[in-house]
């Protein structure tokens, strides 16, 4: 992303800059990084396509991988922040990794290095980084932070995976659709107009819109496309998304699984902070911001009773954060004292749930949804061609 600056140069003068930046902190930092004086920044308008989602995102599990074979190979750590730096394309990403090295350099720590730029590092991954600053095991947590969104990733990319077949069929089936209502439909009604054929209702209401749109094609098609426009702007708005989720946590059969899937991400969550050397408190704040918002009122509740000194397991059943799985082995996890595997454990027997759920969902919806279009194409041609069944019939 690209800003434009004003700043006081090292000798004195005023100059505006241009810089690639992932956000307003690193264009500032670059800029100071050199000797200049910032009086304002702004960021500079650019046209993106409604389906890309506007700013590149930071590859931070790269990077975390990345860095953790540089430190196990025995490189410094600003050493091989620099070094990253320096293979980066993007230049934006360049830029953020050499701001993120000069801070460094200047006696800071890692941790407040990355809390400098929130769009890049989350205040997960910087509470992971200031946990390991305190026992000097940086690796370790990086190698756990790793681990933990590879986990979430692979179920991510399940859910991906059952979506394709279906959105394949959803596509195939509309443009099959658009072809019978925009090429096929609007002949068959010149035929029968000329004809002066009597038709049934159906028949007279599906040739009509043959009728339309070949008589005012343009529109028509000017008006799908726009409706297709607006689906899709209207899909990345953060209020619609919000309501969408609203109606499919109500759901009774999807909203189970919807909260089963958050409560797997949450624990796992938390499992990692606690292993970590994150404190119980903090990391239950933390993960709240990874809950729908019913979930994070209770959370609230619950960490309010924890603080109180009542048992996590019983604190989190009274809220309704719990399965009977995950209440008893939460149980056992206090009586061991080791929360943090036994949580993460919580969360892959969830999702090894999810995933089964998800496999017979698909088996089920595939042929349910080939059916639907056929049955809805098959209406069309069926609709077309009765004024010729009847015709047949007649003759005979």
Known sequence: MRFELKAVSPDGRVESLELHGLDQASAVQQAESRGYTVLGVRARAGLAAPWRGGQARFPLVLFSQELLVLLKAGLPLVESIETLAERERRSEFRALLASVASILRQGNSLSSALQQFPLAFPPLYVSTVQASEKTSDLAPALGRYVAY???????????VNAAIYPALLVGVGGLVLLFLLLYVVPRFSRIYEERNVD???????????????????ALVIGSLAGLVI??????????????????LWKLPAIGERLKLYQLARFYRTIGMLLKGGTPLPTALQMGAELLHPLLRARLAMASRAVNEGHPVSEAMEANGLTTIIALRMLAVGEKS???????????????????????????????LLMA????????IVVLMYMPIFELAGSLK
């Open 372 to 379: 639907a279009i056929g049955l809805v194409i098959g209406a």
């Open 199 to 217: 038709l049934p209702v159906f028949s007279k209401l599906l040739l009509s819109w043959g009728q339309l749109a070949e008589g005012h094609g």
């Open 337 to 367: 004292g080791n929360m943090g595997e036994m949580m993460e454990r919580i969360a892959e027997f969830h999702d090894e749930e999810i995933a089964r759920w998800i496999d017979w969902f698909v088996r089920l919806f595939e042929p």
């Open 230 to 247: 607006a689906a899709v702007y209207a899909l990345r708005n953060a209020q619609v998304k919000a309501r969408i989720g609203n109606v």
């Open 149 to 159: 969104q590879n986990q979430l990733e692979a179920i991510r990319k399940r859910l």
